[in-house]
Every structure is written in C-alpha cells, then in structure tokens.
C-alpha cells in the first residue's frame, strides 16, 4: 500500500471515529430513522452538487437495482442500526463493535469466491467474536438485555458495511466513483423517505442537533463515501475496510474528550482482541505495505 493511501485511510478513520459522538447528540433528537434520511438526503445533496460542478451524468437507469442494494448494505442498514445503538451505547463501544467490518468482509469475500478464507483467518473470526464479547461484558457500561440488543445491532451494521464493501469495489469497476455514491445516496434517502416521515413529529432540533447531522451528512456520508470509493479503485476491498482498524482509537478519543464518556482498563482487552482480529484476518500492516493478493 503506497503511502498516499495510508494517509487516506487515517483520514477517513479520524472522521469516520467522530461520526459515533455525533450519532449520540442526534439520534436521540432525530430518531434512527430520522437521523438516517435526513442524513443521507444531506448526502445526496452534496453530492449531486459536485456532480453538477464536475459535469458528470447519472448512473443508467439499468444500473439502480444494484446501486440500490449497495445503498441497502452501505448505508441504510447500518446508519438506522448505528442510530438505535447510540440511543444506548457510548460512541466508543459502537466504533470499536465497527471494527469488526473487516472480519465479515472477509467472510463474505470467500463465500462469494473473490477471496480464500485460510485457517489464519478463521482464527482471526474467532478472536474477534471473543473480542466483541468481551468488550461487551467489561466496558463501562452495565450489561443488561438492552445493551446487549444495541451490541449485536452495532455488529449486524458492521457485517453490512463488511459485505457492502465488496459490492462497491465491483461499483467501482463499472461506475465513476462520484456519480456511484451519488445515486446509492438518492436510493438510500428513497428507502428511508416513509420511516423517516412516520418519524418526524417527534424529531426536537436545536444547533448542536443541526451542527451534528449537517456534518454527519455532509461530510462523513456524502464526502467520505466519494472518497472511499475513489480509494477502492486502486486498492481491495479489504484493504480499504482495514481504515475499520484505526476508527474505535478515533471514537473512543472523541467520545471521552466531547461528551465526557468513560474510558475504563476493561474496554482495553475487547478492543486489543478487535483489532488483532481485523489484522490477523486481512493480513493489512502499514509498516510491512499491502498483503499478496489471496
């Protein structure tokens, strides 16, 4: 991996990490499932603006159905999970529970036969399950059946952005990465429109909400998944979802540092265990370059 590259991935983890604080101030204003549409309209927005700017044109129309599904795994499923975990969770369990991303890629990479799943592999699932487990039952949070709930939803939206990573490097491959996040954008504010409109009655802004969803969507969604997919066409898949490994030290740090979040020594073991995980599995080191491809 060249170094550009590198420093591309610590960037986005930098941003992606604070989008777990942000979800915590919003989400409970908004509702996940407001949070998510409005979101992602901001998203498409930003988006189609540049578009217009850079003059490019639309995906075809016969290409949607699959942008739509990319949309489904990369952004609606995790954003409205993500939002119902904050309801619950510090950012910094859910950013470290995110970095469990890579491990489903992997799995899913293999099952669809775009990438061989080894016994270090294997291994590397198993320590990170423990990992998640064991965060789950030492962090500062007291473990009841909500909690243990909003754990699993923050895994589920892990194992959804894991595999969607796949179906937006094969976008990628058909696709300008600009006119692609645009329309997974427009398709995911599509799906979101009606729960996001049962929704609003209850929604309470205020300008910590607003400062919080226009970054959320103006940057962290609609600039950040550009660039991630301009990044997928030079490196795989699974070495992009390796930017999963540097979110939970982002999240964590954000989290105690705005909103007062307690870091405890019993968040360090899961977290170690997630994130040896991830590396055992992708085979990803910064300091050694990029992986053979399997």
């Known amino acids: 991996m060249k170094t550009r ?10 941003l992606w990490g604070a989008s777990f604080p942000l979800i915590r101030v919003a989400s409970p204003a908004l509702g996940p499932f407001g949070l998510a549409g409005i979101r992602c309209i901001l998203a498409a927005l930003v988006l189609a603006a540049l578009m217009r700017m850079l003059h490019h044109r639309w ?99 892990a194992a959804a952005y894991g595999l969607g990573a796949i179906f937006m490097k094969r976008a990628t491959l058909v696709h300008e990465p600009l006119p692609a996040s645009a329309a997974v954008h427009v398709a995911a504010a ?34 950040m998944y550009w660039i991630s997919m301009r990044l997928m066409r030079e490196i795989t898949a699974s070495a992009a979802t390796s930017s999963a490994f540097m979110i939970p030290l982002f999240g964590v740090t954000w989290g105690g540092l705005f909103l007062g979040e307690p870091i405890t020594a019993g968040m360090l073991p899961g ?12 085979g990803f080191n910064p300091f050694r370059g990029a992986p053979p491809e399997p």
């Open 5 to 14: 590259h590198f420093t591309q991935l610590i960037a986005m983890s930098a």
């Open 59 to 157: 995906p075809a129309r016969a290409a949607w159905p699959a942008l739509t599904a990319t949309a489904v795994l990369t952004v609606v499923a995790p954003f409205v999970l993500f939002n119902w975990a904050g309801l619950v969770l510090p950012a910094g369990y859910s950013a470290v529970l995110n970095a469990t991303a890579p491990l489903f890629g992997i799995l899913g990479a293999a099952a669809m036969g775009e990438e061989r799943l080894t016994a270090r592999r294997l291994a590397g699932c198993a320590l990170g399950f423990a990992g998640v487990a064991l965060l789950v039952q030492l962090g500062p949070v007291a473990v009841t059946g909500t909690v243990v709930l909003a754990a699993l939803a923050c895994t589920v939206a």
């Open 190 to 223: 599509g799906v979101l429109l009606l729960p996001m409109g049962a929704s609003a009655p209850a929604m309470a802004f205020s300008p910590g909400v607003l400062l919080a969803v226009g970054t959320l969507g103006c940057i962290t969604s609609g600039l």
């Open 271 to 282: 977290c170690l265990l997630v994130l040896g995980a991830t590396a055992l599995i992708t």
